[in-house]
């Protein structure tokens, strides 16, 4: 399609609930955050689950790891305050060890039953490395692929995992479904007035970046490129999944 004919996307005003699905504490601030400060404006609710609380850290940081997983969880309440996440569901996996396992699908499936989003958000599970510098993380292809599995068919299926019916879950159909960082995307989201904000979210997880004197520039740097696919300053970009229009 010719960039010309390319326009952010509105989220449908009926699409109310949102829930990022992610492997680490900050995943959704280095990837949709300014998307989610979006949503929030707009009056949807906004909720992350994470599925490990980041306890294996980083190198440059945070050498040790002792009392690291209550400090990830507590700037991961601080990054959600500040994007106006309503919830944070912690799944306490050990991170760096994840994989789509059937306990995960179905941790994800109870999650979504219990939240009911009209719309997930989570990362692509096929995209095994990014240009020539980066091997996506492995936990991250673990969640991304349980997540979609959970979505469908697990959620809406009544039949599946009968467990969590015992547990008073009733299925539940999600309406769409964005995938952030596919290959290729196919839409956008203006985030010129949340960009800021975005900024700020990554900030709050000071064992990870710091003082984050490099934060503003590198997350300028990636919405300005996705903004020139979609005619805006600056955008994020997802593939977008329509899986029921709600008739
Ligand atoms: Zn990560």
């Known amino acids: 399609m010719p960039r010309a004919d390319r326009k952010p996307h509105t989220l449908a005003a009926s699409l109310r609930r949102i829930l990022c699905v992610s492997a680490h504490p900050d995943d959704n601030e280095f990837t949709v955050a300014g998307s989610v400060a979006r949503w929030g404006r707009e009056g949807r609710d906004v909720a992350f689950c994470l599925v490990t609380s980041g306890g294996a850290g980083t190198n440059e940081h945070t050498p040790r790891s002792e009392g690291l997983i209550p400090r990830r969880e507590q700037e991961s309440r601080e990054a959600a305050r500040i994007l106006g996440v309503k919830d944070v569901v912690l799944l306490g996996y050990t991170d760096g060890a ?3 396992t ?9 999650v979504i039953r219990r939240c009911r989003p009209d719309v997930v958000v989570c990362s692509d599970p096929t995209v095994r490395y990014y240009g020539n510098e980066y091997l996506n993380h492995p936990d991250h292809r673990a969640v991304a692929s349980a ?12 039949a599946i995992f009968p467990e969590l019916l015992a ?8 309406k769409e479904v964005w995938i952030s960082g596919a290959l290729p995307p196919d839409s956008w989201i203006d985030i ?30 990636w919405a300005v490129r996705d903004g020139k696919h979609a005619g805006v300053e600056h ?13």
């Open 167 to 174: 547990e008073g879950l009733e299925p539940h159909k999600v």
């Open 98 to 100: 994840l994989e789509p």
């Open 147 to 158: 997540a979609l599995d959970a979505v469908f068919p697990s959620s809406e299926t009544r």
């Open 102 to 110: 059937l306990a995960l699908r179905r941790d994800l499936t109870r």
């Open 235 to 247: 955008a994020e970009a997802f593939r977008r999944m329509v899986l029921w229009d709600g008739k």
């Open 192 to 221: 010129g007035d949340t960009l800021a904000t975005e900024c700020a979210s990554l900030k709050a997880h000071v064992s990870q970046v710091g003082k984050g004197e490099w934060v503003d520039g590198l997350l300028r740097g």
